[in-house]
């Protein structure tokens, strides 16, 4: 799965922590979601969404291997 | 502002399942321990032979299950880590009494406590938090 997290947390001049603060998750799980390590749960990527007031399928976009 | 702090709270495990777990595995190690020394002096007494196996394995039992509780307390990526790292111990932990068992049987090595599988399997397990903590941090 491909994200866009780390481009819509450098728009808002957010670290890692901070959105992980945000959401409610530590920085190794933003930055694991970020490096495509780990894909979240449901609840989380809304959480995500929610931060960044965008809708889930405008930050995870499916690959054509998922 | 945080918009949902619930997640947040469930990383950080309560200090009270913490110790719940601590005290299961004194509460494990407590009772193996006299079931052990009674069982060293043979009793012939077939009732004090089956309390002492159930009171090691009912023993046993409150250290599983608190630590479950603590690994369903954190949060979904806390609780992935653990899952992904139960799953690589268990497999290295086959790996290592098959091997064991296959060295008996050709006659390489001799008899192994299951004292010294269970430090191994201890091992392992941590081993791989470790491993796994690593590949995600």
């Known amino acids: 799965m491909k994200n866009r997290l780390r481009v819509l947390r450098a728009e808002q001049n957010w670290s890692q922590a901070e959105l992980g603060m945000r959401v409610g998750v530590t920085r190794q799980a933003i930055n694991s979601i970020e490096t495509g390590k780990y894909d979240p749960g449901l609840p989380l990527a809304m959480k995500i969404a929610r931060a960044f007031g965008h809708k889930v399928d405008d930050i995870f976009e499916l690959e054509e291997s998922d | ?137």
């Open chain 2, 1 to 137: 502002m945080p918009l949902d702090m619930t997640e947040g709270k469930k990383i950080a495990p309560g200090a009270k399942t913490l110790g719940r777990v601590f005290l299961s595995l004194i509460l494990w190690m407590g009772t193996f321990a006299i079931a052990a020394r009674v069982l060293r002096h043979h009793p012939t007494n077939l009732w004090t032979r089956v309390g002492c196996v159930l009171m090691a394995v009912l023993g046993f039992l409150s250290w599983p299950a608190s630590v479950a509780k603590l690994i369903r307390m954190l949060g979904e990526f806390e609780r992935r880590i653990q899952l992904v790292a139960l799953a690589i111990a268990f497999f290295v932990d086959v790996l290592f009494i098959f091997t064991v068992n296959m060295l008996q049987l050709a006659g390489f090595i001799d008899w192994i406590s299951i004292q010294t599988i269970l430090l191994v399997m201890f091992c392992t397990w941590f081993a791989a938090m470790l491993g796994t903590s690593w590949y995600y941090r």
